[in-house]
């Protein structure tokens, strides 16, 4: 049953506007070309197929609890084999943002994984490899520490690890482009 | 022949891909490349910012283009990590198509005093300057240690090939450029089935089972068919390869033993230089005993015996390949 | 001028038309305002083309004495025949009845209902101008030649050549290959029925190599064509054989003792191998066989002539030239089949690396009895039979990466294809699916038949065939990765030999054909019919028809009836003896001609002939479509086009900008 979002707009509606370009959606034949190709497709609630059937059904908050977006290791086989040319990817991308903003995807490990990225990322320009492993890890496996210790050590043995964070120069000037980014984004779905 | 250069996050002093950085710098000297790093430039956010933030992300990507553009007259930057390629190529390809993707961006790079022309910067990734504009024979004529004897496994991984936003380098199913290029280098090269395929990005932060199982795949792969060791183009596959293979070998109680080099690294070598300029020995599945091979004066190395077994008579012909599959 | 005396006739189209333009207006303005340029009836009607509504236009002839009549309705493309053939039956010059479009170019078009209707005035207001330039045109005749060329000798080429030649007429069959039989010869089985394909096609071949009224031409192709529908005139360049035909008895020798064996790529598919000397296949029509030049020790080093040596007639010829012939033909049906995919292109499908993954027809050569393994269905080995077979549909169809379109036959040969191995062999077969398009008579009935023989099926487009083992049982196998989508899981299914039902193609150089005969291709390369729905064996250039797959993908019942249906055609235009072509022609006023030449080339029917005596240009009218190519490019306004001429087309211009009504402009109309 299609459920209606926002400013009587379908799911389906909600899903292509906020991908970029046209993903192409509605030429999905079911054909499973997408879940074929996925390397951990096994492992997700509903394959890439499943989950575009039940965009294209309307089924807003199963297909935003369903684990898929956030299996998906962004290899690209699905969008490149793809007989009808959709852009699979991009809309897992779209569903993980979805999935985000309303609240209902309930596992919280890979959206905190992202969050913990995005606020190094925001906050010095760069990435920050230990930063960001040692918040997740507290956060999330705290006994994964003791699995990681190994690696963790033989890695700072080979110089591989950054003790501490790298700033870029125009910090400022990058939290206002994305300040007002994100401002431009939330006019656009209004 | 000089380009603006994009390090990308991993690649910094200090970072878990640092020996690519330091080889890539060694071998830029070699082939006559100068590389202008983009000044002050930020990370392109993997694969994480594009999960939680649409405009927010193609800005984020698009402040780096902008940047590049204060490189005079240069108007390709090279990324050698192939998820900044990846992200840097499809930022560029999207704001060209969409045209209030492009205004808003813009209107978003202003704030920062900065402003982007989509197309104005062509993205390239290192493979592809190496094997197209230096090209195979200019490779060749630099070659003073061939890797004879050496058997590498090339793996491509899954984003310089595809999804091919500005036009194939290379096929996305079944590279072969650098195939060649090892072959180039005198090395011998395996016929790798999952050259091409996943080694799953961040997913051993998110769940062990499946990464550790696509990595095993990969190494798996390698170690079925001999290879000595794997050669990579992206930093996120060295580390999940090298790094994590330890992890995988206690979760699938195996015990390979395939060390994992960049395709630079490889390149250094064959040219003659020093493992330690090349940041060889930071690699945690340590690559010495792969490396004694070719360490050593060889001067006539008997080809290892062929593994297939000869045709029966009753064989039915193959279809033929074409010579280049290439492109 | 002024004596010409118009009727106009507005159709409504029932609400077609009329529901957008106020069709009773458009008629009441012409009969007014168009009185002076010699409208003196003009009237509206609800289906203009039916029998009432003609009715009505050939009365207003005979009472009315029209000598010129207008008709506003839908596009010429669909009425046009019949307003002229009911002005000729009432006795005026159908070339004289003007056809006005104020549907396709205005009630379909627009919704604003008083702009649509000032519109549809200034259409009709330029029909009347124009209409009273025609001038009367009688239809050409030109005789056509009984004989008829008929290129390829597949299935649809041999129906159709032994329809004609049945019927008493002679027929020219051309043949690339050194056989007839096409693609049909290759295969095992035919669906639905497992019938035996030689068995079944051997018997017209030979009837096609024994007719009397049938010139068989194998190892030929045609170089050049000329001429127009009636009066072909072809060149076939007979590829020399090296084999005198007249002395050759078919008996083989010299295949046996030729010492080059050299992979077939045409006949075997590449599975199988054949001599330098070679007839295809045994029951090889003609039989005489032909030497391959680049792959004859003799040829290439000059040594050998063991054929030479061993045939006891001495029909081996070494200095035998290529022959070129020149036919006289009405007709020509091109039934020139069609090319495999090149399952290489589809490198995640492993076909070229992975030993034991064959395209259909190269397990077609490996069922066939008189294939490479006697019809043993055995691995790439040539030894081991399969304990577990894929096969996979869809491969290079219906994909925007290859091809767009279905191939038609793949589901019911994928579906042969599982029976003859569980039949066979009684392996495990799996057949891998997106839709199961088994439409024709028993089709249906063969795929319920393969369920019950115990054939799994799972929907899934196959994602990938590999042999890096991940599981255990998948060493030593090929693995078929899928997503099952009616169980929304993916599988990993280990088989032994994969086989892709790979896509249709048009031949590699069925464009350069086309171009040759002077007809179009469509994007994809199949050859476009007059009409996809009403008219599938004709073409838009009279006289060459088309059937079978070169017009598209189709199953063998389908190729036979085009080719029975092309030849009804030609036969139907020899019966008639001669056949009127419409004088919409282009003529040259040699007074204005200079001798540029650029007309020349331009015609896409080489219709213009150059007189190198007079320097000037002379259109052949039987040859030209009456296209306007020539008339617009001739820098000096030397061509003119009947039904097209200058005069009418600028008394049309002036009549729709509606400068007949005092000067004032159609658009200042409609804007007031």
């Given at each position: 049953m299609p459920t209606v979002a926002t400013n009587g707009r379908t799911f389906f509606d909600e899903v292509v506007a906020a991908t970029p370009g046209d993903p192409h959606l509605e030429r999905c034949l079911q054909c499973g070309t997408c879940g074929g190709s996925c390397p951990s497709g096994p492992d997700m609630d509903h394959t890439p197929r499943a989950l575009i059937g039940m965009i294209r059904a309307g089924m807003r908050e199963p297909a935003l609890r369903s684990n898929t977006p956030w299996f998906c290791v962004s290899c690209y086989y699905c969008m490149v084999r793809c007989p009808q040319d959709i852009h699979v990817t991009d809309i897992m991308y779209t569903l993980k943002r979805m999935a985000v903003k309303s609240k209902l995807y309930d596992d919280s490990t890979a959206p905190d994984f992202s969050k913990t990225f995005v606020n190094w990322v925001e906050n010095y320009g760069r990435a920050f490899e230990l930063g960001l492993m040692s918040q997740h890890l507290l956060r999330h496996n705290p006994f994964g520490v003791f699995k990681i210790a190994n690696m963790g050590v033989g890695m700072v043995a080979k110089g591989r690890i950054s003790f501490t964070p790298k700033r870029i120069k125009g910090i400022d000037g990058l939290k206002a482009i994305l300040a007002k980014a994100k401002e431009l984004e939330a006019q656009d779905e209004v | 022949m000089k380009y603006s250069y994009f390090p990308g996050c991993s690649l910094e002093r200090g970072a878990a891909a640092y020996p690519y950085q330091q080889s890539t710098e060694v071998i830029a000297r070699t082939l006559d490349l100068e590389f202008v790093?983009?000044?002050?430039?930020?990370?392109?956010?993997?694969?994480?910012?594009?999960?939680?933030?649409?405009?927010?992300?193609?800005?984020?990507?698009?402040?780096?283009?902008?940047?590049?553009?204060?490189?005079?007259?240069?108007?390709?930057?090279?990324?050698?990590?192939?998820?900044?390629?990846?992200?840097?190529?499809?930022?560029?390809?999207?704001?060209?198509?969409?045209?209030?993707?492009?205004?808003?961006?813009?209107?978003?790079?202003?704030?920062?005093?900065?402003?982007?022309?989509?197309?104005?910067?062509?993205?390239?990734?290192?493979?592809?300057?190496?094997?197209?504009?230096?090209?195979?024979?200019?490779?060749?004529?630099?070659?003073?240690?061939?890797?004879?004897?050496?058997?590498?496994?090339?793996?491509?991984?899954?984003?310089?090939?595809?999804?091919a936003f500005y036009g194939q380098i290379d096929d996305p199913e079944y590279p072969v450029t650098l195939d060649k290029l090892l072959k180039v280098l005198g090395a011998e090269v395996v016929d790798y089935p999952m050259k091409a395929h996943c080694c799953g990005g961040h997913m051993t932060q998110i769940s062990e089972g499946v990464a550790f199982d696509l990595i095993r795949r990969l190494v798996k792969g390698a170690a079925d068919y001999q290879a000595d060791l794997i050669v990579t183009v992206c930093p996120m596959c060295q580390l999940n390869l090298d790094a994590f293979q330890g992890g995988m070998n206690r979760y699938f109680k195996t015990n390979y033993h395939v060390p994992v080099l960049y395709f630079t690294q490889m390149m250094g070598l064959a040219f003659g230089y020093e493992a330690v300029e090349l940041g060889i020995g930071a690699e945690l599945v340590d690559a010495r005993a792969a490396l004694a091979r070719i360490g050593v004066e060889v001067p006539q190395v008997e080809p290892p015996a062929p593994r297939k077994t000869r045709r029966p008579k009753e064989a039915l012909p193959m279809p033929a390949m074409p010579e280049e599959v290439a492109k | 001028m002024n004596d010409q005396r118009v009727g106009v006739y507005v159709c409504h189209c029932g609400s077609n038309i009329a529901g957008t333009v106020d069709v009773a207006e458009v008629a009441r303005w012409a009969g007014e305002k168009l009185k002076s340029r010699g409208v003196v009836v003009a009237r509206d009607y609800k289906f203009?083309?039916?029998?009432?509504?003609?009715?009505?236009?050939?009365?207003d002839i005979k009472e009315l004495g029209l000598t010129r009549v207008v008709?506003?309705?839908?596009?010429?493309?669909?009425?046009?025949?019949?307003?002229?053939?009911?002005?000729?039956?009432?006795?005026?010059?159908?070339?004289?009845?003007?056809?006005?479009?104020?549907?396709?170019?205005?009630?379909?078009?627009?919704?604003?209902?008083?702009?649509?209707?000032?519109k549809a005035k200034a259409l009709v207001s330029g029909g009347v101008e124009r209409v009273r330039y025609q001038e009367p045109l009688e239809s050409l005749h030109v005789p056509i030649n009984p004989a008829t060329l008929i290129v390829g000798g597949g299935i649809a080429g041999i129906q159709a050549a032994l329809e004609i030649a049945d019927s008493g007429f002679p027929v020219y069959l051309v043949e690339r290959e050194p056989s007839i039989g096409g693609h049909m010869a290759q295969f095992d089985k035919t669906f639905p029925t497992l019938d035996c394909s030689a068995c079944i096609l051997t018997p017209k071949m030979v009837s096609v190599g024994n007719h009397p009224n049938v010139t068989l031409m194998t190892w030929s192709e045609v170089t050049q064509v000329d001429g127009f529908v009636g009066n072909f005139t072809v060149t076939v360049r007979k590829k020399a054989r090296y084999v005198d035909t007249t002395k050759c008895t078919g008996c083989g020798v010299c295949q046996d003792k030729c010492p080059k064996k050299v992979v077939d790529q045409v006949f075997e598919a590449g599975l199988g191998y054949?001599?330098?000397?070679?007839?295809?296949?045994?029951?090889?029509?003609?039989?005489?066989?032909?030497?391959?030049?680049?792959?004859?020790?003799?040829?290439?080093?000059?040594?050998?002539?063991?054929?030479?040596?061993?045939?006891?007639?001495?029909?081996?010829?070494?200095?035998?030239?290529?022959?070129?012939?020149?036919?006289?033909?009405?007709?020509?049906?091109?039934?020139?089949?069609?090319?495999?995919?090149?399952?290489?292109?589809?490198?995640?499908?492993?076909?070229?690396?992975?030993?034991?993954?064959?395209?259909?027809?190269?397990?077609?050569?490996?069922?066939?009895?008189?294939?490479?393994?006697?019809?043993?269905?055995?691995?790439?080995?040539?030894?081991?039979?399969?304990?577990?077979?894929?096969?996979?549909?869809?491969?290079?169809?219906?994909?925007?990466?290859?091809?767009?379109?279905?191939?038609?036959?793949?589901?019911?040969?994928?579906?042969?294809?599982?029976?003859?191995?569980?039949?066979?062999?009684?392996?495990?077969?799996?057949?891998?699916?997106?839709?199961?398009?088994?439409?024709?008579?028993?089709?249906?009935?063969?795929?319920?038949?393969?369920?019950?023989?115990?054939?799994?099926?799972?929907?899934?487009?196959?994602?990938?065939?590999?042999?890096?083992?991940?599981?255990?049982?998948?060493?030593?196998?090929?693995?078929?990765?899928?997503?099952?989508?009616?169980?929304?899981?993916?599988?990993?299914?280990?088989?032994?030999?994969?086989?892709?039902?790979?896509?249709?193609?048009?031949?590699?150089?069925?464009?350069?054909?086309?171009?040759?005969?002077?007809?179009?291709?469509?994007?994809?390369?199949?050859?476009?019919?007059?009409?996809?729905?009403?008219?599938?064996?004709?073409?838009?250039?009279?006289?060459?028809?088309?059937?079978?797959?070169?017009?598209?993908?189709?199953?063998?019942?389908?190729?036979?009836?085009?080719?029975?249906?092309?030849?009804?055609?030609?036969?139907?235009?020899?019966?008639?003896?001669?056949?009127?072509?419409?004088?919409?022609?282009?003529?040259?006023?040699?007074?204005?001609?200079?001798?540029?030449?650029?007309?020349?080339?331009?015609?896409?029917?080489?219709?213009?002939?150059?007189?190198?005596?007079?320097?000037?240009?002379?259109?052949?009218?039987?040859?030209?479509?009456?296209?306007?190519?020539?008339?617009?490019?001739?820098?000096?306004?030397?061509?003119?086009?009947?039904?097209?001429?200058?005069?009418?087309?600028?008394?049309?211009?002036?009549?729709?900008?509606?400068?007949?009504?005092?000067?004032?402009?159609?658009?200042?109309?409609?804007?007031?």
């Open positions: - | 790093e983009v000044e002050d430039w930020n990370c392109c956010g993997a694969t994480e910012y594009i999960a939680l933030n649409r405009m927010a992300a193609y800005a984020l990507v698009a402040r780096n283009l902008a940047q590049a553009t204060k490189n005079d007259g240069l108007k390709e930057m090279v990324a050698p990590c192939s998820a900044c390629y990846l992200n840097l190529s499809k930022c560029d390809a999207y704001l060209t198509d969409d045209a209030a993707l492009a205004a808003n961006v813009n209107a978003a790079l202003a704030e920062g005093g900065l402003s982007y022309k989509p197309g104005s910067i062509k993205v390239r990734h290192l493979l592809d300057v190496v094997v197209n504009d230096v090209g195979y024979e200019r490779v060749a004529m630099r070659v003073t240690k061939p890797l004879r004897g050496l058997r590498v496994a090339p793996y491509y991984g899954c984003l310089v090939g595809r999804p | 203009m083309c039916s029998s009432p509504g003609q009715e009505m236009i050939q009365k008709v506003a309705a839908c596009s010429p493309h669909l009425h046009e025949q019949t307003f002229r053939t009911a002005c000729q039956r009432a006795g005026l010059n159908p070339y004289l009845c003007e056809l006005v479009s104020i549907r396709e170019q205005v009630s379909w078009v627009h919704t604003d209902k008083a702009i649509a209707t000032e054949r001599k330098a000397i070679y007839s295809p296949f045994p029951q090889a029509v003609p039989k005489y066989p032909v030497i391959d030049r680049e792959n004859c020790t003799y040829f290439q080093k000059g040594t050998c002539r063991a054929c030479e040596k061993f045939c006891s007639t001495g029909a081996i010829d070494f200095k035998q030239q290529d022959e070129y012939v020149t036919l006289n033909v009405g007709n020509v049906i091109l039934a020139t089949g069609y090319d495999l995919f090149d399952a290489r292109r589809i490198p995640q499908y492993g076909y070229g690396r992975l030993a034991n993954v064959f395209t259909s027809l190269e397990f077609e050569r490996l069922t066939n009895a008189a294939g490479p393994t006697g019809g043993k269905i055995v691995l790439r080995d040539g030894v081991t039979e399969p304990k577990t077979v894929g096969i996979i549909h869809c491969v290079g169809s219906r994909d925007r990466h290859y091809n767009s379109y279905c191939s038609a036959i793949c589901c019911m040969q994928s579906l042969k294809f599982a029976h003859l191995v569980k039949d066979r062999t009684g392996a495990n077969v799996y057949n891998f699916y997106i839709d199961m398009r088994t439409t024709a008579k028993a089709y249906d009935e063969f795929y319920q038949r393969t369920l019950e023989e115990g054939i799994q099926f799972v929907r899934g487009r196959v994602a990938e065939v590999t042999d890096a083992a991940r599981l255990p049982g998948e060493e030593g196998k090929l693995i078929i990765q899928v997503e099952d989508t009616l169980l929304g899981k993916q599988r990993r299914v280990p088989v032994d030999m994969v086989i892709l039902s790979v896509a249709l193609e048009p031949r590699h150089d069925a464009k350069q054909t086309a171009k040759l005969f002077g007809i179009s291709c469509s994007a994809d390369g199949w050859y476009i019919e007059k009409h996809p729905k009403l008219d599938p064996v004709a073409t838009m250039t009279e006289g060459i028809f088309i059937a079978g797959c070169v017009q598209g993908p189709k199953d063998i019942p389908n190729s036979v009836s085009q080719g029975a249906a092309a030849a009804a055609r030609v036969l139907g235009r020899i019966q008639q003896r001669e056949i009127a072509l419409e004088p919409v022609r282009a003529t040259i006023d040699a007074t204005k001609c200079s001798g540029c030449r650029i007309c020349n080339n331009l015609c896409p029917f080489h219709a213009i002939l150059f007189h190198a005596d007079r320097a000037v240009s002379e259109v052949n009218p039987a040859l030209c479509q009456g296209c306007g190519t020539c008339v617009a490019a001739c820098p000096a306004g030397a061509i003119s086009g009947t039904v097209f001429s200058n005069e009418q087309v600028l008394a049309q211009i002036e009549g729709v900008l509606l400068l007949n009504q005092n000067g004032r402009g159609a658009v200042e109309q409609v804007l007031a």
